[in-house]
């Protein structure tokens, strides 16, 4: 008993010790505000990539697809109001018939250039994609690039065929279809596709001398009245519809080298080409506004160049707009570093 005693006496009776296990709290434990703001943030970073890793043309396929369809719109819409209607005929031949009082000196010059210009256009385009294409081995895009080329022509001669002749309307004018300009197709597809190869640093630089390039071409087809302004702003449009979509697949299949870094990293990239053609949209667009103006009934009993401006214009217009937006687009949605 005594033994017994003495082992009880020597035991702990009292409340049983919690382990140093127990009491010890873990280190990486915090309160449950701060452990669900960390979570929630980890959480935040790994379900949303950062703007900047995102692959070029990511996200801004709808825009391309709005501005094809806007293409596709905006054609319709000429064809409609200027082949169609008789205010539109009217516009559109008093233009052309207009153009003569600018012969001359400015119209041989005019119509060198247009001799030169199915051999100039392809000249320029080829070498240069064969340059950027093996100089920077983009096989891919310089592919998809030529067969855009190659389907706007084409797209263009198609619907010379399909779209029917000018109904009569009471104007005085060649029934024969005559839009789109074929001339002006080649020019505009040729400096899309150098557009669509060189690295996003070159395309301010690149839309602003294409577009130049095209309107100088489609001006020369007005005063050797060999088309009307319709048909040149149609022709636009029908490499726009075209362009587009291919430009999108060359900043899919491209990311890597399609890196936008922002205005002024290079002289190519300046500001000023941007402000060059908004310089030249408004000047545009007060010459059209002005001379519609002039011709309208109460304000000018004759006409004599008013509607030859006007219609110059309206290529100007058509041109450099082609050319602002797709500045804007291709650099809004290239891949940012």
């Not at 709290?25 to 990539?49: A, D, I, Y």
């Not at 905006?74 to 207009?98: C, H, K, N, P, W």
């Not at 895009?141 to 009569?168: E, H, M, S, W, Y």
């Not at 002289?267 to 002039?294: K, N, P």
Request: proline residues 4%.
């Amino acid at each position: 008993m005594s033994s017994v005693t003495g082992m009880l006496q020597g035991s702990h009776v009292g409340p049983p010790r919690r382990s140093t296990l127990h009491m010890r709290r873990p280190v990486n434990c915090g309160s449950l505000e701060r452990m669900s703001s960390q979570q929630f943030r980890t959480s935040g970073r790994s379900s949303k990539r950062p703007i900047q890793a995102r692959d070029a043309g990511a996200g801004a396929g709808f825009l391309f697809i709005l501005a094809t369809i806007a293409s596709v719109v905006g054609l319709a819409a000429t064809y409609y109001f200027f082949v169609r209607t008789t205010m539109g005929q009217f516009i559109d031949e008093s233009a052309l018939v207009e153009a003569t009082e600018l012969g001359g000196t400015a119209g041989r010059a005019s119509t060198s250039l247009l001799d030169m210009l199915p051999m100039l256009s392809l000249a320029i385009a080829t070498l240069m994609v064969i340059f950027v294409t093996v100089a920077r081995r983009r096989w891919t895009a310089a592919g998809i690039a030529v067969v855009a080329c190659i389907g706007a022509n084409a797209a263009t001669q198609i619907l010379k065929f399909l779209i029917p002749d000018r109904p009569d309307r009471g104007v005085q004018t060649l029934e024969l279809n005559s839009l789109p300009s074929g001339h002006t197709t080649l020019a505009a597809s040729a400096a899309a596709a150098v557009f669509l190869m060189v690295s996003p640093r070159w395309r301010p630089l690149a839309g602003f001398l294409g577009s130049t390039f095209a309107v100088a071409t489609g001006v020369s087809t007005l005063i050797n009245q060999w088309h009307r302004p319709a048909d040149v702003v149609a022709a636009f449009l029908v490499v726009g519809a075209v362009m587009l979509p291919a430009g999108w697949l060359i900043l899919r299949t491209g990311s890597s080298w399609n890196v936008w870094k922002g205005y002024g990293e290079h002289w190519a990239a300046s500001r000023i080409w941007v402000w060059l053609t908004v310089a030249a949209l408004l000047i545009a667009i007060a010459v059209a506004g002005y001379s519609l103006l002039q011709v309208m009934p109460g304000l000018s009993a004759d006409s004599t160049v008013d509607y030859f401006w006007a219609g110059t214009a309206f290529i100007v217009i058509a041109g450099y707009l082609s050319a602002l937006g797709g500045t804007w687009l291709f650099g809004l949605a290239a891949r940012k570093s």
